[in-house]
Every structure is written in structure tokens, then in C-alpha cells.
């Protein structure tokens, strides 16, 4: 009996949990402008994936970087939740570099 995908769906499990709380705190400190660094963190994470040599590490960092580029793409529409009150809203946000060009991009949504 092999173990594996059964450890392994826990893991996702887990860090798509831990995705949702992410979200949530990253979007109130910092804002839904680090969409990009945060899409171009999981897209790095993503291939670098490809060059693990364990079977473990490979599908952990698939799902981590997974996790990262969806979460990317609910950063904007944790912006709305906030300020519908839904999840506390913080006005006061850290700025990314180049904020003002990321402004004039549409942000990514599922």
C-alpha cells in the first residue's frame, strides 16, 4: 500500500487553507496592488518545481505555487470583500514598486 497521494492531497490540503488566510492578512497590510509579484513568486515556484529531484518537494512546490497564482488572482476581489465589510479593512496600505503602472493594469480574476 503506497501512502503517497494520500499524504501528498493533505499537503494541498493544507497549504490551499493556508492560502485563504494569506489572502486575507496580505491583502489588509499590503493591498491587491502586489497581485504581479506575488503571480510571478508562484510562477517561479511552479517551475522551479520542475527541477526537484524528490517526488515530494516536486509536488509540494507544484501546489504551493499553485496556491500562489490563485491567490494572486483573489488579492483584487479581497479588496472588494474588505470593503464591503465583510473582512476588516485597513486604509492605510504598503505601496509595491511601481505602483502607479500597476494601477493602469486590469487585475486577474478566475
Do not use: C
Not at 489572502?23 to 515556484?45: A, K, N, S
Not at 517551475?47 to 505555487?65: K, V
Not at 465583510?86 to 494601477?103: G, S
Amino acid at each position: 500500500m503506497n501512502g503517497f497521494g494520500l499524504a501528498i492531497g493533505l499537503a494541498t490540503f493544507l497549504i490551499i487553507g493556508l492560502g485563504f488566510v494569506w489572502v486575507i492578512r496580505g491583502e489588509r497590510y499590503f493591498g491587491f496592488l502586489w497581485w504581479p509579484y506575488v503571480m510571478g513568486l508562484g510562477v517561479f515556484v511552479i517551475l522551479g518545481s520542475l527541477f526537484f529531484a524528490s517526488d515530494w518537494l516536486a509536488a509540494l512546490g507544484g501546489a504551493i505555487g499553485a496556491s500562489l497564482v490563485w491567490g494572486a488572482t483573489e488579492l483584487k476581489e479581497q479588496a472588494i470583500r474588505a470593503e464591503l465589510g465583510w473582512f476588516p479593512f485597513k486604509a492605510k496600505k504598503i505601496e509595491p514598486p511601481f505602483a502607479d503602472k500597476i494601477r493602469t493594469w486590469k487585475a486577474p480574476h478566475l
